[in-house]
C-alpha cells in the first residue's frame, strides 16, 4: 500500500515525518512525502496550529483530502501534530470524514492504528528530498511564555534531549551521508536549563562538531534574551560551525516587546547584535518579526522599521499577529489591528528588506565561497548554498560549472551576478 505523508509547518515536523516515514516502509508500505498527484492509498498529515494561516493552509490540505476520498481516489486519512493535538474535538466534529485523529507525533500511535508494529532504528529517516543535510532536534516544547504564542500550549514545557541521544543520531546520520545538520527545536539557546539550571548548548555543538563527516553545524531559533555567553565564541572559533545566526526578534519596541512578555528590552537586543557583529564580522543575520500585535501602534511600526533599515539583517521572515485561542495576549488585548493595516506592515517591511537584500548581495559579486550543492537542475547547472543560507528559506546559489557536480558535495564557487535572493556563479575545476 502507498503512503503520502504531507508534512506542514515547520522543521520539527519534516524530521517527525522523515522518521514516521522510515518506520512504514519498514514495515513494508510505499512512501512518497507530499505528493499532490492522488495516486496513494493512505494520506497522513502533519498538522501545524501555531497562527491562522497555518491552521488554514492544514484544514484546506485535509478538506482536498476527504474530497479525494469522497472520489475514491484514497482510502483513509489520517491526522495528526499540532492543530490536531490543539483542537482534536472540535476537528472530530467538523470532520468526521477523517479515519484517525493523534495528537502530537507518538510513531507508536500511528503504527498502531495501521496495526503495525515493526521496529526499525530510530533515527532512520526517508529524507523529504535530500541526504546531505538534516534537521537535527535537540528539544521538545517551550518554557518562555510570549503572549502571542501558542506552542508551549500545544508542545508543553521545555525537555531537552538526552546529550548522548543527541550524538548517537547525528553519529547515525553522518555515516548515512549528511554533511551538514541544522540544530532545531523551540528555542535551542534554551537546551539543558529544564534539566541543569546551565545552558549546555555551546558544550553540545563542541562535541556534535568533533563527529566526523559532519562539515556543517548550523544554528536556528536562537532566543535573544539571556543568550548563551559562550555561544557567541564557539560559533566565531568552530571551524564547522556556520557563521549564520538566526535569531527571531519578534519586535523592538520595548512597549511591544512588554506586551509580548519577550523578556528584554530593545537596549538588550542592540547590544547583542553589536557584540556578534563585533565579534563575527561576517555572520549573516537571520530574524523574524511578528507584526500587527494589538499593542503595535503607527509609531512602534515605524520605530520597527528605522531599525531594519539601520541594522541590514542579511535574511528577514515577518508573520502577521492572530488571536491564538488560551495564549496570555488573547485574554489581555482585542485584536483590533486590521488585515488590511497588518498586510500593509507586511508589505513594507519586506519591501525594504528586498532593497537591503538586494544590496548585501551585490557585495558578494567577484568573491569566492564554499558552497554545498543541494541539485542539478541540467548537465551543467546546479543549486547549492553557502553556510551563510538555510535550506528552504534563504538565498540559492545557481552555479554553472562544465565539469561535473557531485550532491551534496562542497565547491569553491565565484559569484559573477546577484539578484535579492540569489547569487549567480561559477565553479572552475580544475
Ligand atoms: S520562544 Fe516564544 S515564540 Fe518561540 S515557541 Fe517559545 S513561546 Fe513561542
Redesign the pocket.
Known amino acids: 500500500m502507498k503512503i503520502n505523508i504531507i508534512t506542514l509547518g515547520c522543521s520539527k515536523n519534516t524530521v517527525d515525518s522523515e522518521q514516521l516515514a522510515a518506520k512504514l516502509k519498514n514495515n513494508g508500505f510505499e512512501i512518497v512525502h507530499n505528493s499532490e498527484n492522488l495516486d496513494f492509498d493512505i494520506a497522513i498529515v502533519n498538522t501545524c496550529g501555531f497562527i491562522d494561516a497555518a491552521k488554514e493552509q492544514s484544514i484546506n490540505a485535509i478538506l482536498f483530502l476527504i474530497n479525494a476520498k469522497k472520489n475514491k481516489q484514497l482510502r483513509k486519512i489520517i491526522v495528526f501534530g499540532c492543530l490536531a493535538e490543539r483542537f482534536m474535538d472540535s476537528l472530530k466534529t467538523e470532520l468526521p470524514e477523517v479515519d484517525i485523529f493523534l495528537g502530537n507525533y507518538n510513531a507508536d500511535e500511528i503504527l498502531k492504528s495501521l496495526n503495525i508494529n515493526k521496529k526499525n532504528n530510530k533515527y532512520e529517516r526517508i529524507f523529504e528530498n535530500q541526504k546531505h543535510f538534516a534537521y537535527l532536534k535537540i528539544a521538545e516544547g517551550?518554557s518562555?511564555?510570549?503572549s502571542f504564542?501558542a506552542?508551549?500550549l500545544i508542545k508543553g514545557k521545555y525537555i531537552s534531549r538526552p546529550e548522548n541521544e543527541i550524538l548517537e543520531e547525528a553519529n547515525f546520520l553522518a555515516k548515512n551521508g549528511v554533511k551538514e545538520i541544522i540544530l532545531i527545536a523551540?528555542?535551542i539557546c534554551y537546551y539543558g536549563f529544564d534539566i541543569e539550571k546551565q545552558f549546555l548548548l555551546p558544550d553540545l555543538i563542541e562535541k556534535l562538531s568533533q563527529i566526523s563527516g559532519i562539515e556543517w553545524i548550523r544554528l536556528h531559533y536562537l532566543?535573544p534574551f539571556l543568550f548563551p555567553e559562550k555561544l557567541i565564541s564557539i560559533i566565531k572559533e568552530n571551524p564547522k560551525v556556520c557563521k549564520y545566526i538566526d535569531i527571531?526578534l519578534q519586535h523592538i519596541s520595548n512597549k511591544v516587546l512588554k506586551a509580548m512578555n519577550r523578556g528584554g528590552t530593545k537596549e538588550q537586543t542592540i547590544n547583542l547584535l553589536e557584540k556578534i557583529r563585533k565579534e563575527i564580522p561576517k555572520a549573516a543575520i537571520r530574524t523574524t518579526f511578528l507584526l500587527g500585535h494589538p499593542e503595535e501602534e503607527n509609531n512602534d511600526f515605524n520605530e520597527l522599521l528605522d531599525f531594519v533599515k539601520i541594522q541590514k539583517f542579511d535574511r528577514l521572515g515577518v508573520f502577521t499577529y492572530s488571536e491564538e485561542e488560551g495564549t496570555a495576549s488573547q485574554k489581555n488585548y482585542h485584536d483590533l489591528i486590521s488585515a488590511r493595516v497588518k498586510n500593509s506592515r507586511e508589505k513594507k517591511i519586506m519591501e525594504l528588506q528586498s532593497d537591503i537584500s538586494f544590496k548585501l548581495n551585490q557585495q558578494k559579486i567577484g568573491k569566492t565561497y564554499k558552497v554545498i550543492i543541494d541539485s542539478k537542475t541540467d548537465d551543467e547547472n546546479y543549486i547549492g548554498r553557502t553556510e551563510y543560507d538555510s535550506p528552504d528559506v534563504d538565498n540559492e546559489v545557481l552555479i554553472f560549472s562544465q565539469k561535473p557536480l557531485l550532491i551534496g558535495n562542497f565547491y569553491q564557487v565565484k559569484i559573477i551576478e546577484t539578484n535579492e535572493f540569489e547569487l549567480i556563479g561559477s565553479c572552475e575545476l580544475s
Open positions: 517551550c518562555r511564555n510570549c504564542c506552542i508551549p523551540q528555542d532566543y527571531p
